[in-house]
């Protein structure tokens, strides 16, 4: 059976004060001004994701446009360098140190879980995740801003219709706003709730194609928080986690999927793509919007692979 879905986990090895203080450094990014921020702008029509995307950059519905702020950082090596606000230059030690610990120690462990699932040598996911080789692993500062009564009738309640995430894992810290939900088998979305002292993880894109379908990728959404919480803004910090870039996102070959029936690729869209060319491809495709997200219903996104959108 595919194992598909959000899980939380516990116990990652960092206090609450130290997790505080990564949602205090992105409320004080998110402050800084329009043109301040605007320095430090991702490239994002050629695919690239770090650094800064400003507000209202995507039509989500005719005439109504996102909500969200995000400042992305990128893994600390050296080809990845990039300026920086002051603020994050000021708190770089411990913005590395929380990135590296996320990378090592939750991830790696994770990492060496599926590969013991399938069978495979227990560094083969670890092999291919390394921290000092190039890859869109990032560390995310993320705002979603209110909206009004008006507003969120216009959308359906609905911010960021279902998709899924472009990686391998995507780690989400608690934080008190609820809007996050997940599309369960029967297609009835969930609320994700937010556990004390716990990451909220989701499966993405890159793990559903190295394994066939046998980890699935979560489908999931983003909607107006409940009435309690309508007049406050959301502000995330999350992890997510990339393969690297040169590789080729191929089934993995593994006794456990052959004897489940996984063996065979019944999608070979993904096939002969890297993974750094499937993530550049999402990126710019999310910016190159001929039409309103709503009106989307699947979209090409490199070499005949396309994606899904979910109401």
Avoid at 38 to 47: I, P, Q, S, V
Avoid at 125 to 153: A, G, P, W
Wanted: hydrophobic residues 35%; charged residues 25%.
């Amino acid at each position: 059976m595919p194992i598909e879905g959000f899980f939380y986990i516990i116990n990652f090895g960092l206090t609450q004060e130290q997790v505080d203080e990564q949602f205090a450094i992105g409320k004080e990014v998110f402050k800084l001004s329009t043109e301040e921020k605007l320095k430090y702008r991702a490239d994002l029509e050629n695919g690239g994701y770090n650094g800064y995307k400003p507000l209202g950059l995507r039509e989500v519905r005719p005439g109504i446009f996102d909500n969200t702020e995000i400042y992305n950082i990128p893994k600390f090596i050296p080809e990845l360098e990039r300026p920086h606000p002051e603020i994050i230059n000021q708190n770089r030690p411990n913005i590395e140190a929380f990135a590296r610990h996320i990378h090592d120690q939750v991830v790696g462990k994770l990492l060496v879980l599926f590969a013991i699932i399938l069978e495979l040598p227990e560094d083969f996911f670890l092999q291919r995740h390394r921290y000092d080789i190039r890859s869109d692993c990032h560390l995310r500062y993320m705002k979603y801003h209110h909206r009004t009564v008006e507003q969120n009738k216009a959308l359906e309640n609905v911010w960021v219709k279902g998709h899924t995430d472009f990686g391998s894992l995507t780690l989400l810290f608690r934080q008190p706003v609820a809007a996050l939900q997940v599309r369960t088998p029967e297609e009835e979305w969930k609320w994700v709730k937010p556990y004390p002292g716990s990451i909220t993880v989701n499966l993405a894109d890159s793990l559903e194609f190295l394994t066939n379908g046998f980890l699935k990728s979560s489908i999931h959404r983003v909607v107006a928080p409940p009435p309690d919480q309508a007049d406050l803004d959301r502000l995330g910090v999350l992890y997510f986690v990339r393969p690297e870039d040169n590789l080729e996102l191929r089934p993995v070959v593994s006794s456990v999927l052959e004897r489940l029936g996984y063996d065979k690729v019944t999608d070979s869209g993904a096939v002969g793509i890297t993974a750094g060319e499937w993530v550049k491809a999402r990126v710019s495709r999310n910016v190159a919007q001929s039409k309103a997200r709503s009106e989307v219903v699947e979209e090409e996104v490199i070499k005949g692979k396309s994606v899904k959108y979910y109401d």
